[in-house]
């Protein structure tokens, strides 16, 4: 951790100091994705995502299409031949291969990048990730006078204890 001495005149800042021991303790868990999804793998991709999909027709090797296979079938593309391209990442495959792969998982077959889905659980846990990955990363560098992100990071740490009672309660009531 990066400490830095106290200015003259100020003293301690009791929530910062908590928030630091929850993270060192390791008592603040990460999105729980095995719980919160007990199969294991991401929901299929949203259709609204897979029908907005940009095709192109492949131009043949260039700097732009290095790769000259489809990843998924691991056959070449031949030619103005149909493929799609994925916004976040830029992989491309073959359009149905690709549209198939969707439809069971809404990550690239490449380097695993999420993707849209039409689950409202699974898009919530994404975001929630996100935000905790964020508030760990600023809280490790932040100042006594930060207050607010202190308090963001207080909120979503009882946000969490107070999701996981809710789980213990409908388990131990099967509600």
């Not at 999105?31 to 991401?42: L, S």
């Not at 198939?100 to 409202?120: H, N, V």
């Not at 992100?149 to 909120?155: G, R």
Request: hydrophobic share 40%; glycine share 2%.
């Amino acid at each position: 951790m990066n400490f830095q001495p106290l200015p003259d005149g100020q003293g301690p800042n009791q929530q910062l100091e908590l928030a630091r021991f929850l993270l060192d303790q390791g008592l603040v868990d990460e999105v729980d994705w095995e719980e919160a999804f007990p199969n294991g793998k991401p929901p299929p991709a949203s259709t609204e995502f897979i029908n907005s999909l940009l095709v192109v027709d492949f131009p043949g090797p260039n700097k732009e299409f290095v790769d000259v296979r489809c990843p998924i079938c691991n056959l070449l593309y031949e030619e103005d031949e149909k493929i799609c391209v994925l916004p976040q990442c830029k992989h491309n495959f073959h359009t149905k291969c690709l549209t198939i792969w969707l439809k069971f998982t809404s990550t690239c077959p490449m380097c695993r990048i999420f993707l849209p889905t039409d689950c409202e659980a699974w898009e919530n846990a994404k975001k929630m990730k996100k935000e905790q990955e964020y508030l760990k990363k600023r809280i490790e560098t932040v100042t006594p006078s930060n207050v607010q992100l202190i308090e963001k990071f207080y909120d979503f740490v009882h946000f969490v204890a107070a999701a996981d009672n809710i789980r213990y309660l409908k388990s131990v009531f099967l509600l």
